[in-house]
C-alpha cells in the first residue's frame, strides 16, 4: 500500500474531516470499527451496507426488501444508472454510485429499437445485486421516464440504500484494495462478521449465469457474418454491429466455434461478469482460433481478457477497478489520448508480452494495460467499452474499423478461394493465365 493510502486510510479509521462535514452520525462500534448512522425518518425503513472488513454504515432502504452480498465496488459515471445497473458485467457486484444525486430522470420505457434489443438498458433486467447511493432523488424528471429508480429497484427484487457517504466508501476500497459488502434490510446494528455469510460470488463462473444458453441471431439479412461470443454481451455491442450492417449470431461463452469458423466472417468477444480465469472453454477455443482464423478478431473488456489469455498474456486483479466514463487511455502508437467509458476489475499483464502481440493501449491514470493488438494478423483487444451507452464517444470508431475489416478480410478470402477453386478446376498455369488475362 503506498504511503498516501495508508494516510487516507487512518484519516477514514480517525473520522477525516470530509467524513465528519457530512453530518452523519458516527459511532465506533465495539470492533473499533467506523458506523456511520443516517437520520432515519419516520415511514423509512432504515438499512445497512456493511464491508467484509467490518465497516457498517446505516441508511434508507429504498430498494427490495431483501438482502444481498456481493463485491463492493465504485463507479464515478454522472449519468447512465439504468445502463450501468442491466450491464451484465456488474452481475455479482454492489455498485457505490459516487455521483451524490442517483434517480433524478427516473426509469425510462421498455422501448425495442429496429433489432429487437432494448433500447435504453443493456440487458432484460437488472443485474447488480444491490445499490448504494448518497442521495436517492424522491421525485424524478425526464420526458421518457416511467417510474422512479427507487420503484424500478423494489419490482426487480433488488436492495438499495441510501443515506450513506459514499466518498468515505470510496476512500476505503481505494485504501484496502476491493472487498465483499452486503446490504441488510430492517435490523438493527449487525455484528457482520458473525451474522454475515459471506460468500464470494468472483469464486463462481458469472459469466455462464449471464450468457445465452443458445445460438441467436439478429439482423439476418445483414451483408457480412459477425459472431459475438456472449461472455455477458451489452445491448449496444449487438445493436452497433447490426446498424454498421452485420448479421450477428450470439453464441453462448462456451460454444465451440472453432468447428464452424468457416461461416463467419469476423469473430467479436463480448465484455462480462467476474474473473476471467472461469472462461476456460472461451480461452481454449480462442487459442485455437488465433491458429487458424486469419480473419479480424476484436475483444471488448473480458473479450480484451479472454483473448490476451489465449494469446499467451498474464492477467491479475486490479486493486479497486476503473468504473466510469472519464478514463484517460493512450494510444502507443499516435500517443493520442481517447476518454473512455470502463468498467472493470482485472486486466492484462505487460509483464511477459507474448511473442507476436504488443500493447496497444496503456491507461493515463494508472498504466494498466487497456489494449493488444498481434503485429501482423487482425487480432486485436480492448479493455474499455468503445460501445458505451451513457459514456464518451471517442472510440466507437474502433466498431466501425471493425467492421470494414471483416469486409476488406472476406474480400481476400474470397478472392483467394476463387483462386484456389480455378486452381482445382483449371491446373496451376492455365489458372494463372486465366487470373491475368481477368486483371
Ligand atoms: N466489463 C467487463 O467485461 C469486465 C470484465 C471483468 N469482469 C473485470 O471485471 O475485469
Not at 208 to 221: A, C, D, L, M, W
Not at 336 to 357: F, M
Not at 397 to 409: H, L, S
Amino acid at each position: 500500500m503506498s504511503l498516501n493510502l495508508v494516510k487516507t486510510f487512518s484519516k477514514i479509521r480517525g473520522l477525516s474531516p470530509a467524513f465528519k462535514a457530512t453530518g452523519l452520525n458516527m459511532r465506533r462500534m465495539a470492533t473499533g470499527k467506523l458506523q456511520a448512522v443516517f437520520p432515519v425518518q419516520d415511514g423509512e425503513e432504515k438499512a445497512h451496507f456493511q464491508l467484509k472488513t467490518g465497516e457498517q454504515f446505516t441508511g434508507v432502504s429504498f430498494g427490495a426488501n431483501t438482502a444481498c452480498i456481493g463485491e463492493a465496488v465504485f463507479t464515478t459515471s454522472l449519468v447512465g444508472y439504468p445502463e450501468s445497473m442491466t450491464d451484465p458485467s456488474y452481475k455479482g457486484q454492489i455498485l457505490v454510485f459516487t455521483q451524490p444525486l442517483v434517480g433524478n430522470y427516473g426509469v425510462p420505457k421498455r422501448t425495442r429499437d429496429d433489432f429487437g434489443l432494448l433500447k435504453h438498458f443493456e440487458s432484460e433486467k437488472i443485474q447488480c445485486a444491490g445499490v448504494v447511493v448518497s442521495d436517492i432523488a424522491k421525485k424524478y424528471s425526464h420526458w421518457n421516464a416511467v417510474e422512479s429508480l427507487s420503484e424500478w429497484c423494489q419490482r426487480s427484487g433488488v436492495p438499495g440504500i441510501s443515506g450513506v457517504d459514499t466518498r468515505a466508501v470510496v476512500h476505503l476500497l481505494r485504501g484496502q484494495g476491493s472487498t465483499l459488502g452486503a446490504i441488510n434490510i430492517g435490523q438493527d446494528v449487525m455484528d457482520i462478521q458473525a451474522e454475515v455469510q459471506w460468500r464470494d460470488p468472483t469464486s463462481m463462473n458469472l459469466v455462464e449465469q449471464v450468457s445465452i444458453k443458445t445460438p441467436r441471431v439478429y439482423n439476418p439479412g445483414g451483408k457480412i457474418n459477425v459472431a459475438l461470443i456472449d461472455c455477458g454481451a451489452k445491448n449496444n455491442i449487438v445493436r452497433l454491429l447490426c446498424k454498421r450492417g452485420a448479421r450477428v449470431t450470439v453464441l453462448p461463452w462456451d460454444y465451440d466455434f472453432v468447428a464452424h469458423l468457416d461461416k463467419f466472417d469476423g469473430l467479436f468477444i463480448s465484455n462480462g461478469p467476474g474473473s476471467p480465469v472461469h472462461c476456460v472453454e472461451t480461452v481454449q477455443h480462442l487459442r485455437q482460433a488465433i491458429k487458424l482464423y486469419q480473419r479480424p478478431i476484436f475483444g471488448i473488456c473480458m473479450g480484451n481478457q479472454v483473448l490476451g489469455m489465449a494469446a499467451g498474456f498474464e492477467v491479475y486483479k486490479l486493486p479497486f477497478g476503473n468504473r466510469g466514463h472519464n478514463q484517460p487511455v493512450i494510444d502507443t502508437e499516435t500517443g493520442r489520448c481517447v476518454i473512455t467509458s470502463q468498467n472493470h476489475g482485472y486486466a492484462l499483464s505487460d509483464k511477459n508480452v507474448p511473442e507476436d502481440w504488443q500493447v496497444s493501449f496503456v491507461n493515463a491514470n494508472d498504466g494498466s494495460v487497456e489494449g493488444i493488438k498481434h503485429k501482423y494478423l487482425p487480432y486485436y483487444s480492448v479493455q474499455f467499452h468503445p460501445e458505451a451507452m451513457g459514456g464518451p464517444l471517442d472510440t466507437e470508431y474502433m466498431v466501425r474499423d471493425f467492421v470494414d475489416n471483416v469486409v476488406e478480410y472476406r474480400d481476400v478470402a474470397w478472392r483467394k478461394r476463387e483462386a484456389e477453386m480455378f486452381d482445382r478446376d483449371l491446373g496451376k498455369e492455365q489458372s494463372q493465365k486465366l487470373q491475368m488475362a481477368l486483371q
